[in-house]
């Protein structure tokens, strides 16, 4: 099992690109989120799904875009990327079997994300 | 809402020293606690969680709703315990998913 594949690992682009941040998980989880670590301020969670077909926002959803349209795949698109969007962005996923198990998160490597 | 606070950025100590690493915790029904690390060129992990009441790797952490606390200890540190811990909280999954709020992070550092 592959476990959370994120790609790219690095990625460079200018004010005002789009991108794409890819997410997949092999382990069958409802459950997946993208979280961003900034220095100083830790994980914070911008969007998150519960099942294909159905996603929410997080603690920093603007300027990011998700769909779900199958349980193994979690893409993050930025609409117009911005200076404030440099950090590392993690994909996480989780089993949703009840109460303890629903953020016992697997996480992806990152993607290191600066925007110039 | 529910809040996380881990007080100190950076904790260092010799090895076979102490360890006690704080969070608390702002949250008003019934939360669960989480450990989890960041070992340096690897993944988050998961180290552990409150309603399991294990060790892992010699490490405990014991809730304590009173104080609304949730501080991780290991009685004699490791070089290997070196990496970054974040302590995180979810509420009351019974009304539907609840997601994770982390804390800040708190780097521990073992010197030999």
């Known amino acids: 099992n592959a476990g959370v594949t994120q790609t790219p690992k690095f990625q460079v682009l200018k004010t005002g690109q789009s991108m794409t941040l890819q997410c997949a998980q092999d382990?069958?989880?409802?459950?997946m989120s993208w979280y961003r670590q900034d220095p100083g301020m830790g994980l914070r969670l911008i969007h998150y799904?519960?099942?294909?077909?159905?996603?929410d926002q997080g603690e920093v959803p603007n300027g990011y875009n998700v769909s779900r349209s199958t349980t193994e795949d979690f893409p993050l698109r930025l609409l117009s990327a911005a200076p404030s969007q440099t950090s590392v962005y993690f994909c996480?996923?989780?089993?949703?079997?009840?109460?303890?198990?629903?953020?016992?998160?697997?996480f992806g490597a990152g993607s290191r994300l600066t925007v110039l | 809402a529910q809040r996380v606070t881990q007080p100190e950025k950076l904790l260092s100590v010799f090895k076979g020293a102490p360890v006690e690493l704080k969070c608390n915790y702002s949250?008003?029904?019934?939360?669960?606690l989480f450990w989890y690390v960041q070992y340096s060129r690897q993944r988050l992990q998961l180290l552990l969680r409150?309603?399991s009441r294990e060790s892992i790797k010699g490490f405990t952490a014991d809730l304590n709703k009173g104080e609304t606390s949730f501080h991780l200890k290991k009685p004699f540190a490791q070089e290997e315990d070196s990496a970054m811990y974040y302590c995180?909280?979810?509420?009351?999954?019974?009304?539907?998913?609840?997601?994770?709020?982390f804390g800040k992070g708190t780097m521990l550092l073992v010197s030999p």
């Open positions: 409150h309603i």
């Open positions: 995180a909280l979810s509420g009351d999954q019974n009304s539907g998913y609840s997601t994770l709020t």
């Open positions: 949250y008003s029904g019934s939360p669960e």
């Open positions: 799904s519960v099942g294909a077909g159905i996603t």
């Open positions: 382990m069958n989880h409802e459950y």
């Open positions: 996480a996923s989780s089993y949703g079997d009840g109460r303890s198990g629903a953020n016992v998160l697997t």
